[in-house]
């Protein structure tokens, strides 16, 4: 009998033991996630919070069960993972960022491809359309682009929500790296309307991106010159920080102090390349 309250007594000893060594394996663990989280601030942390059916949504309209973009506030559109491409630019913009490459141009529209059927469309009547106009991953720079509706002598398209009075269709898109802001994404909401009583077919419209107007090119240069030096710190310490865990450079703020010489994280015009395709493509199939 005593033998057997002897082994119970080491059995619960034990016991005490590894729940002891749990918690502290448990609290090591916690601690080093605060570490890794005080060291690796969020790309995403100046942007609104994701609303809990975030991935259900994002996947519906992925598979074609959403039709209406509209509806999309911007604690989806400014994610970065609402765009399909995410994890590809993760791992090569952000992941792997090479410092010594400047991320200059790049930006797009999504979805780049639309469709709507319509029954007997006559003159005058409307329909709204949405999109999502923003910078692509790893571009250090602002950028200015124009839009260019492409109609036909059917239907009229215009962009309807417009950030500059006086610039008609231009928008400035800012950087994504080394984090996101609440502007790097826009939604485009948008207006086709009919000129004339609309004969059954299929109808491509859309809009093309060019060079802003050279007046808007020049106010929003000087614009940026005065509001880039928290971006420039913010670029300077993630990158002080990237090398520093590389542990390849002998003395890595010479090294970003060179990159960051060699730039000029300002703003440049969109539009001076183009993708070989309509930018934003609207198929309006019409039937009697």
Partial sequence: MKNKKEETKKISKRMRMIGLGLIIIGLAVLGLLAY??????????????????FVNMKHRLEVGQLNDVCIFTDNYF????????????????????????????????????????????????????????????????WQGVKLVPIENEYFKIEILNQDYENYPNHFLLEPTFPEFSKNWAKKLEIKVTAKQNVPAGKYIIGFNIVRPDDRFNKEKYNEI?????????????????????????????????????ERQRLYVAGGTWQIGQQFFTLEVQVTE
Avoid at 40 to 53: E, R
Wanted: hydrophobic share 30%; aromatic share 16%.
């Fill in 78 to 141: 400014l994610q970065p993972d609402f765009y399909p491409t995410w994890d590809d630019t993760y791992n090569l913009f952000y992941e792997h960022h090479d410092y010594s490459r400047w991320g200059v141009h790049g930006y797009g529209v999504y979805p780049a491809l639309q469709g709507i059927t319509l029954s007997n469309f006559k003159q005058g009547e409307s329909f709204p359309i949405c999109a999502f106009l923003k910078t692509a991953g790893g571009v250090e720079t």
């Fill in 36 to 53: 890794l989280n005080n060291q690796q601030p969020s790309l995403t942390q100046n942007l609104p919070a994701k609303p809990s059916d």
């Fill in 225 to 261: 010159m005065g509001i880039t030096d928290e971006y420039d710190k913010s670029y300077y310490e993630s990158c002080i920080k990237s090398l520093s865990e590389k542990d390849i450079y002998a003395d890595v703020s010479e090294v970003c102090n060179r990159y960051f010489q």
